[in-house]
């Protein structure tokens, strides 16, 4: 009880530093330069810009109040003495750098408004008030603060603290702790394996999920791309929230709810409070489709898993689908996966004479061949079920003579299946290293003497 009223206290008190200086830029609004008496006034456009940003940051604190917040967590005291790390990104509005708090405090990301970036420079060729442009652009990251206090799940960027240091330029005063995550980098995730790819995609659709029904209700993210996306020990987070928006497009009549895209165009329904029905969800959904389903789900899928993936594709290419419909059937392939339900029926090639068990066996260094996909691009580390998946896999390709199943796991965890009285089984998903001959190795990563518990097939040994 007492903790989690400190955690209420904090969070509110967190939420009135963000009103005081949404007071102190309002009160600011209308004073041009750096706010000194006699500068000029803010030009009439740029005023009603800030007035604009101010009322939406207001709705969202009203659409906050009443319930959980994140605590405040870190502060401007605890990014004194922060070593800089280097530019992470930059972006239309806003830089994020990398930093270590001092005392072994770890490594996080600061995000503050990008004085340079195109808003803060457009805005200032329109206006000529270099101030106010900054100002203007601290109301976006703000906004970004109140939604990651409110909003909490596992595939949204933690926000750790923020600092509001006012004094001086209030723009440059507004920092963002948050944790420190890599770049997405699509190129890279197509070279992964495919269990990996759906882990991915599976993240994403629980987020899109928890977005459609949010505390604050649906949200949609306006500048849905990959760029907004971090990899976080292996899990994918959106981290850019300041164009999320939780307002959904009125209308009239059906005809006002089109949903727009760059090749392709959905009809909704007007609803009879004059809403447009789940645009915010669908688009959501229709993004996810276009810019990581289409490349992360199909390409060296399990054969029998293909016609289900299929059919996430056309549903949700075809918005079909509503998000529940997708969880549903994300987790339906998950089951599929887990369980080897997936795997065709084939003869028992371990109880026959294609593979042989070596026990004890050990190999010599040498060079593995290489596949692909692959967890490892010094040879051929994949995930596998049981060992007859392992054997038929490597049945079927030419080069290799021998595998060794590790007791590696990924993450889709342990099914706990044993083999006869056997040490327990490498099942779903242990790693199976595919190996060219008996004189190649494990690779760097992992050389003689293997774990007691490393398993060597091969090839009968032909005299």
Known sequence: MAAAGGTRRGALLALLALLSLLALLALRAGQGGEGRAGSPRLPPGLLEELRQRQRDLRRLAAAAEGGQAEGAGLGCGDLRGATGGGVLGSGFTKVVQRAALPGGGGAVALKSVHGAGREVRQCEQRYGAPAGCRRLAAYKLLKEVALLQRLRHPGIVQLRGHCLDSGGDPGAGVTAVLELGAPLEMIQLLQTPWEERFKICLGLVKLLFYLAHSPLGSIVLLDFQPRQFVMVDGNLKVTDMDDASTEELSCKEDNDCTLDFPAKSFPLKCSSAGKCEGINEKKNLFNAYRYFFTYLLPHSAPPALQPFLSDILNAT?????????????????????????????RPLLLKGTEHQNFPGFRTVEAEDYKCWPSYSHLGCLLSIHSPEEAAAI????????????????????????????????????????????????LCSYSKPPYPTMTKVWGRPLKC
């Open 394 to 441: 490597c049945n079927s390709q030419s080069q290799c003579q021998s595998f060794i199943l590790t007791q590696q796991r990924t993450w889709t965890g342990e099914l706990g299946q044993r083999s006869g009285d056997r040490v327990p089984g490498p099942c779903h998903p242990a790693l199976c290293l595919q190996l060219g001959d008996f004189s190649s190795s």
């Open 317 to 345: 290419g075809d918005l079909r689908y509503g998000i529940n419909e997708t969880v549903t059937a994300f987790e339906k392939v998950l089951h599929l996966y887990k369980s080897g339900l997936y795997l065709q029926k």
